[in-house]
């Protein structure tokens, strides 16, 4: 996203092109998750009681770390998206701007590529993280938040923020991008973190029993994994977590019973009667 802006913007050095990534990846930030979180937590906040996955708030001083934390991260962020700038300019990577080039179903083949790769690629960084010790130490960062809302999404450690993304480098080195997909992809992986950071079930009962939904994560998955530690380590796909058999045992029971919860009674006023 931040390499079409710039290229819009022309030649403003290194330290400006950082600058500018790390600005417009904390702008999606405070976007997307600024508005999950109005919509949640103030609007919706008196309608939803029967959706929230621990009925518990997090202190506010919890929320604030995160919104910290991942302001951290949108300057890891950004220097990643620099280093892909500039790689671009040396006419070292496999990124095209004509979608000519390749055709339409290239363009949504790529899209879903990296969808898998990333997914696959974060099981397997995830589940290290949480085995290997020293490597725990940074992504308990990420882990301070066990009621996380929407401003965790990007809440890690700057070393994790890194490892989070280091594989996009590599791979426009290898595989053709058009920079919208990669745009996509950054809008789409972000929009999925930030409703596994909800801490409200937002899919319908049935979606983690039927065939057609049932390999699609959900925010009580991820809730679960903030909430009790080691397992649910996957992220858009449950695909990793059955193949390695790191579901939590209560995953599906505790989906469920959120799912098929009554909605609160509400007044008039729109208020929640009580008793
Ligand atoms: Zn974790
Ligand atoms: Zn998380």
Same mark, same amino acid.
């Given at each position: 996203m931040g390499i079409i802006l710039k290229e819009m913007l022309g030649d403003t050095g290194i330290l400006g092109t950082w600058l500018f990534t790390s600005?417009?990846?904390?702008?999606?930030? &405070?976007i997307i998750a600024g508005v999950a979180y109005f919509i949640f937590y103030y609007l919706l906040k008196d309608k939803l009681p029967h959706?929230?996955?621990q009925e518990k708030y997090p202190k506010m001083t919890k929320v604030w770390a995160e919104v910290k934390h991942s302001s951290h991260s949108a300057i890891i962020f950004g220097f990643l998206g620099m280093i892909i700038f500039l790689m671009k300019e040396q006419g070292w990577?496999?990124?095209?701007?004509?979608?000519?080039?390749?055709?339409?179903?290239? &363009?949504a083949f790529s899209f879903i590529f990296i969808l898998f790769f990333h997914d696959a690629y974060f099981y397997w960084m995830h589940y290290g993280m949480h085995k290997i010790k020293p490597l725990m130490k940074f992504h308990a960062i990420h882990h301070k938040s066990h009621n996380p809302t929407p401003w965790a999404a990007m809440a890690f450690h700057p070393i994790e923020a890194l490892l989070e993304y280091a594989f996009i480098p590599f791979l426009v080195l290898l595989v053709p991008f058009h920079p919208l997909v990669l745009m996509m992809f950054a809008i789409f992986s972000f929009v999925f973190n930030v409703i596994g950071h909800l801490g409200f079930e937002v899919f319908p009962k049935g979606f983690v029993t039927n065939p057609l939904t049932a390999w699609i994560n959900t925010a009580t998955h991820h809730n679960m994994h903030h909430k009790n530690g080691n397992?649910? @380590?996957?992220?858009? @796909?449950?695909i990793w977590d059955r193949i390695m058999e790191t579901n939590h045992d209560g995953y599906i029971e505790k989906f469920n019973e959120i799912a098929t919860r009554s909605k609160p009674e509400l007044d008039i006023k729109g208020k929640v009667v009580v008793g």
């Open positions: 600005g417009i990846v904390f702008l999606r930030y &405070a959706k929230r996955i990577t496999a990124l095209y701007t004509d979608f000519s080039e390749y055709g339409l179903l290239y &363009a397992g649910n @380590f996957g992220l858009y @796909f449950n």
